[in-house]
């Protein structure tokens, strides 16, 4: 690639620069769009046709086609208008904070069901091998999150009955006057 020579260059002309040989077929990669509102699925969840919210809200047709898309970026003044037809709460509109967790929050999970696991897996080894790479693994966690300290194993409380066996509550005794209506 050689350095344009801007000096001969006319004022106001685009100098040309070289491009690398990009093959036809190269498509720049696609990242996802985060959904910036719930509109369409709240009028849908409603019951609501987009020809009567159109004429609910006082609008063409196609510019409620265009505002329902997820990544129409809504101007407050509209948020509202749509609430006001559609007659939900503005939270309802609002895309959902639960759908994804936090970053933060998401890995801070993982790692807890992550020591959960590591430490069930110490309590029930029985190999020194296997021991000591747990020992490690979990020393590992604690070095990147140390409030793992106090999270404990995952519960294993008793052991799983076949689906043939019948639990404790089938060998109780109940008295017969539980079974009688008392209304009589």
């Known amino acids: 690639m050689s350095i344009v020579d801007l000096s001969t260059t006319a004022v106001g002309a685009v100098p040309h620069v070289p ?25 849908r969840r409603q019951g609501i046709s987009r020809r009567a919210l159109a004429r609910r809200m006082n609008l063409e047709l196609s510019a409620v086609r265009e505002q329902e898309s997820e990544t129409y970026d809504m101007t407050l003044s ?4 749509w609430q ?16 994804n967790l936090a970053p933060g929050i998401l890995l801070r999970a993982q790692l807890v069901r992550l020591m959960k696991s590591a430490l069930a897996i110490q309590e ?7 021991l000591r790479m747990i020992e490690t693994l979990i020393e590992q966690l604690l070095e990147i999150m140390p409030e793992l300290a106090g999270v404990g194993p995952w ?7 076949r689906l043939d066996e019948l ?3 089938a060998d109780r005794l109940m008295s017969e006057s539980v079974f009688l209506d008392l209304t009589e």
């Open 19 to 43: 491009v690398p040989n990009v093959p036809a077929s190269y498509a720049p990669p696609q990242f996802p769009v985060k959904p910036l509102h719930r509109a369409a699925a709240v009028r």
């Open 78 to 81: 509209q948020l509202y208008e």
């Open 84 to 99: 006001k037809a559609l007659e939900v709460p503005v939270s309802e509109l609002l895309s959902d904070a639960d759908d």
């Open 124 to 130: 029930n080894a029985r190999q020194e091998s296997i």
């Open 155 to 161: 519960h294993a409380v008793g052991k799983r009955r």
């Open 167 to 169: 639990g404790a509550a």
